[in-house]
């Protein structure tokens, strides 16, 4: 993970630091999509980013622009965070910036101004490489069923219509396991049969993983945009213990 390399072809460190910012507000633009409240799917433009830091630049004292990235750094992570870390593109932010040593206005930031930096990308990290019981990681499941599959040489059946198909005929052969179970038929199955479920399951995420390898889907942030989405169709003051759809809640989302 690197930070957005600065124009060296002179000027002050904060006029650095505002190059740095106009492009990484650019590239993130061009290079990270967003669905707004509206459902409208379109390039992250943040905007208000960018107003705070034009205003800095062109009309307060050079320092301002220093002060302004500190205070977006030192508060609780903001929405812009949020949504290029569901893209899974945590080099396009402010924190790197700050973090990196090599740019002429590293030594500008505060001490606690770069600790801040440094805990928000931790966090991060440890959300990316979570494990449960030193478990498996995703990435490194992924890497297992790639390998599985070209040990037999079964790429060439894996398309993406036939992986779809084998995910639902998967997911099919787990609900049979229930199917016309009461709440504590369920329950005994889970106990009587935990085997046959915890192998129904996998065979669902197996092929899962294998239908990401061959689209370059990268599950995690897919996860991780669709959750942002859903807490938008679904916000807790108007879903709360229903099971509408969303188009079907009470009240006004907005």
Known sequence: MTSTPHDGSGGSPEQALFADCVDLYERTAAEVTYEWPSGRIGPYWARRFMRKIKTDHEETTPSRIVESVSEM???????????????????????????DESTPYHHLFAPDVVDAAAD???????????????????RSLQERVRAFRDERDWAQFHTPKDLAAAIAIEAGELQEL???????????????RSEAVRHEIADVLILTLAFAEIT?????????????????????????????????????RG
């Open 216 to 252: 370059g889907i990268d599950l995690g942030a897919a996860v991780e945009e669709k959750l942002r989405v859903n807490a938008t169709k679904y916000p807790v003051a108007h879903a709360k213990g229903l099971s509408l759809k969303y188009s079907d809640l009470p009240g006004d």
């Open 73 to 99: 750094v030192c508060k609780p992570a903001p929405q812009g965070f949020g949504i290029i870390e569901q893209a899974g593109r945590l080099d396009l932010s402010l924190e790197l910036l700050v973090l």
């Open 120 to 138: 928000r990308m931790d966090v991060y990290l440890a959300r990316q490489h979570t494990v449960v019981a030193d478990g498996p990681t995703l």
């Open 178 to 192: 229930f199917l016309w179970q009461d709440r504590d038929a369920q329950r005994a199955t889970l106990e009587s």
